[in-house]
């Protein structure tokens, strides 16, 4: 089945320390994104990609990078510098000049211990 | 600026009762629309889009969203909601703007909460 994966579901960390989140999709598209979702905030954007070894920073992309070597993989460090990491971490993809329709993943929870 | 604003939190319905969530935009182009649901713990899954032609649209598991340009809304109804449709909502909004492919931009979401 064609979707997007993204690992670990949980993950915790101690501070201070960098952690990467994974997504894989198998879908063909060109277009990925890094979504940070917090309790009653909406969905904020932190990086998104339209093709491969070229993205571009979204609303709140302070403390965290990214990379897109292959199509099918977009992953996503947060870093030390991020002040508050704890949040739930969503991927999506989209084809490329398409209307902007989002395909999302599970999702990431990441908490600093 | 663009923006999505879904004026209700939070919202309690009884089962077997009908559903109006209410979405406004502010879009500075003829805007694509969305409806986003969410379990808990898990990603979006999209109920409906609109990008043109008819103004009433129809989604998976019985919703519906009506497009009204005049008053810059994309309310999202069902008639008769299920246990299951417990959930959280997000309206969304983007299309060509400047010239190039927007961002989609989220409102805040509407949980849903329903009664037996």
């Known amino acids: 089945d064609g979707g997007i994966t993204q690992s670990p579901k949980y993950l915790f960390r101690k501070e201070g320390q960098n952690v990467t989140l994974s997504c894989e999709q198998n879908?063909?598209?060109?277009?990925m994104y890094w979504y940070r979702q917090d309790p009653g905030q909406g969905l904020r954007l932190i990086y998104y990609?339209?093709?491969?070894?070229?993205?571009q920073k979204g609303d709140i992309a302070e403390g965290y990078s990214v990379s897109r070597e292959k199509k099918e993989s977009f992953p996503l460090t947060v870093t030390s510098a991020q002040k508050n990491p704890t949040a739930f971490y969503l991927c999506?993809?989209?084809?490329?000049?398409?209307?902007?329709?989002?395909?999302f993943g599970e999702g990431s929870r990441l908490t600093v211990l | 600026a663009q923006s999505v604003t879904q004026p209700d939190i939070h919202i309690t319905v009884s089962e077997g009762a009908s559903l109006e969530l209410r979405c406004n935009y502010s879009?500075?182009?003829?805007?694509?629309l969305f409806w986003y649901v969410q379990s808990p713990g898990q990603g979006l899954q999209l109920l409906l889009k609109?990008?043109?032609?008819?103004?009433l649209v129809q989604g998976i598991k019985g919703f519906e969203a009506e497009f009204k340009r005049s008053q810059s809304s994309f309310n999202l109804r069902k008639p008769s909601v299920h246990w299951s449709d417990a959930a959280e909502y997000f309206c969304?909004?983007?299309?060509?703007?400047?010239?190039?492919?927007?961002?989609?931009?989220f409102g805040k979401g509407t949980k849903l909460s329903v009664k037996p």
């Open positions: 879009y500075g182009a003829t805007p694509y």
């Open positions: 990609s339209q093709i491969v070894n070229d993205f």
């Open positions: 609109y990008f043109s032609g008819d103004t």
């Open positions: 969304a909004v983007g299309g060509v703007y400047g010239g190039s492919q927007g961002n989609l931009i």
């Open positions: 879908l063909n598209h060109d277009a």
């Open positions: 999506a993809s989209s084809p490329r000049r398409v209307t902007g329709e989002l395909f």
